[in-house]
């Protein structure tokens, strides 16, 4: 048994283009895709930040840090 499975272009392809009522519907326009991308972006940076900060000024009790901080 193969650890990773990996399913055919062409089935996928075909399931893409079923419709019906157990099929997956497009529900994201432009809009919400690009304030998804933003958020992600945004989301990504602040974690990083908090991350390079909690190294350099937190020391040791980074985990008390976290703590107060949640």
């Known amino acids: 048994m193969s650890l990773f499975v ?8 075909n399931e893409a283009a079923e419709t019906g009522t157990h099929t997956l519907k497009r529900t994201l326009g432009a809009k919400g895709l690009i304030a998804l991308g ?3 972006i945004i989301g990504a940076g602040l974690f990083s930040i908090t991350g390079m900060a909690a190294a350099n000024h ?3 009790a ?3 840090s976290f703590v107060v901080a949640g």
């Open 6 to 13: 990996r399913k055919p272009m062409d089935a996928l392809m």
């Open 38 to 40: 933003i958020g992600a």
């Open 58 to 60: 937190a020391g040791p």
């Open 62 to 64: 980074i985990t008390i």
